[in-house]
């Protein structure tokens, strides 16, 4: 079954995001903790979503998502920051159903657009997102300023 997420499967969804870290071979960067995404998800003003898959009472996967915006289109969309099932539960439709969930909220909303980047490497996933009629956005390149280059720019702000 495919839900959103609640207050409750922040400890399962932490520990999907840290299980994400190690596939991805990046765990040592990986420092969420259960109150960083409790308050994300469920603080006063919460800044991403989820949605989870639910195996007979367990959180076998998880979508975590967020608002983004086209100014293009001069609406909202959703970012995919994260989608996860663990190996075990592979193949029984839980990835396809998060993504068709967070399509119908696309649809519900009048969001034109549902976005996510997957790593170059990560041919099973590319396949897999492929066979549902997405389509690579290859003529962009992602940017990211982080930790020390971060700080020294932010130290230029006037």
Not at 41 to 69: I, K, M, R, T, Y
Request: aromatic share 10%.
């Amino acid at each position: 079954m495919i839900r959103r997420a609640t207050e409750s499967d922040v400890p399962a969804i932490t520990g999907l995001v840290h299980e994400l870290a190690a596939y991805e071979k990046s765990s040592s960067l990986c420092t969420v903790g259960e109150e960083h995404l409790r308050r994300a998800l469920f603080g006063a003003q919460p800044s991403v979503f989820a949605h989870v898959a639910d195996q007979e009472g367990v959180v076998v996967g998880c979508a975590l998502w967020f608002l983004n915006f086209s100014t293009w289109d001069g609406v909202n969309g959703i970012y995919l920051e994260d989608l996860y099932v663990q190996p075990a539960a592979r193949g029984g439709g839980f990835g396809k159903g998060l993504l068709a969930a967070l399509a119908a909220e696309c649809v519900a909303h009048d969001y034109t657009r549902l976005t996510w980047s997957v790593l170059n490497w990560n041919t099973p996933s590319i396949g897999f997102y492929r066979s549902l009629g997405a389509q690579p956005q290859d003529e962009w390149t992602t940017y990211r300023l982080a930790e020390g280059a971060l700080a020294e720019l932010a130290a230029t702000a006037r």
